[in-house]
């Protein structure tokens, strides 16, 4: 069982928006503003897309959104597009002995 | 180009070592604190380790924790992961990740493209 929870899977119609949640405690996302998206397609490595819960990397879209309320963070996507079906990873800093803790990941599916 | 390349994934015996090399290429190594990061056939990612920009500060997850040892050589760009006592549960692909600055509290923001561990009789 992972630390954070992220609901299994989500999907959308291109064009549209969804919104990936990402549920920990205030020893993780609620203690810190150190929340963390990744992106990963099947076979490849993890792509950071939001660092800090709101900042992207240079070259992300900006599409890409992150957001925090209390013990919970999300990822939004805006007018997706076909490209973002890809599994998503939060990930958050953590007062516990383990430094960092990920969510068990949602699978985007663009419809 | 900023690049991590992961090598001396294998098939091991339950209760064997296996050593993992992470070289750095297109930035400046020695700036950037480290981790490894594991990911199950199939399941989500875990966080393994993670060592400072000189070494003097190092962490471990609880279930690799006296099992495994991180360490990195700066001169020649290079990460390690010692891993000692292999079990079943470690088969995975395992990651080399760039932390974002020199803080254990800075994202992922350079990954390599893994190197796959498998533990089996």
């Known amino acids: 069982q992972s630390a954070l929870t992220q609901p299994a899977s989500v999907s959308g119609s291109p064009g549209q928006s969804i919104t990936i949640s990402c549920t920990g405690t205030?020893?993780?996302?609620?203690?810190?503003?150190?929340v963390s998206w990744y992106q990963q397609h099947p076979d490849k490595a993890p792509k950071l897309m939001i660092y800090?819960?709101?900042n992207r990397p240079s070259g992300v879209s900006n599409r890409f959104s992150g957001s925090k309320s209390g013990n919970t963070a999300s990822l939004t996507i805006s007018g997706l597009q076909a490209e973002d079906e890809a599994d998503y990873y939060c990930?958050?800093?953590?007062?516990?002995?383990?430094?960092?803790?990920f969510g068990g990941g949602t699978k985007l599916t663009v419809l | 180009e900023v690049q991590l390349v992961e090598s001396g994934g294998d098939l091991v015996q339950p209760g064997g070592s296996l050593r993992l090399s992470c070289g750095a290429s297109?930035?400046?190594?020695?700036?950037?604190?480290m981790n490894w990061v594991r990911q199950a056939p199939g399941k989500g990612l875990e966080w393994v380790s993670y060592?400072?920009?000189?070494?003097?500060?190092?962490y471990y997850a609880d279930s690799v924790k006296g099992r495994f040892t991180i360490s990195r050589d700066n001169a020649k760009n290079s990460l390690y992961l010692q891993m000692n006592s292999l079990r079943a549960e470690d088969t995975a692909v395992f990651y080399c990740?760039?932390?974002?600055?020199?803080?254990?509290?800075?994202?992922?923001?350079?990954w390599g493209q893994g190197t796959m561990v498998t533990v089996s009789s």
């Open positions: 060592i400072s920009i000189n070494s003097g500060t190092i």
């Open positions: 990740a760039r932390a974002s600055g020199s803080s254990s509290r800075n994202a992922f923001d350079i």
């Open positions: 800090d819960v709101t």
């Open positions: 297109g930035f400046t190594f020695r700036n950037y604190s």
């Open positions: 205030s020893s993780d996302v609620g203690g810190y503003n150190y």
């Open positions: 990930s958050s800093y953590t007062s516990s002995s383990t430094r960092w803790v």
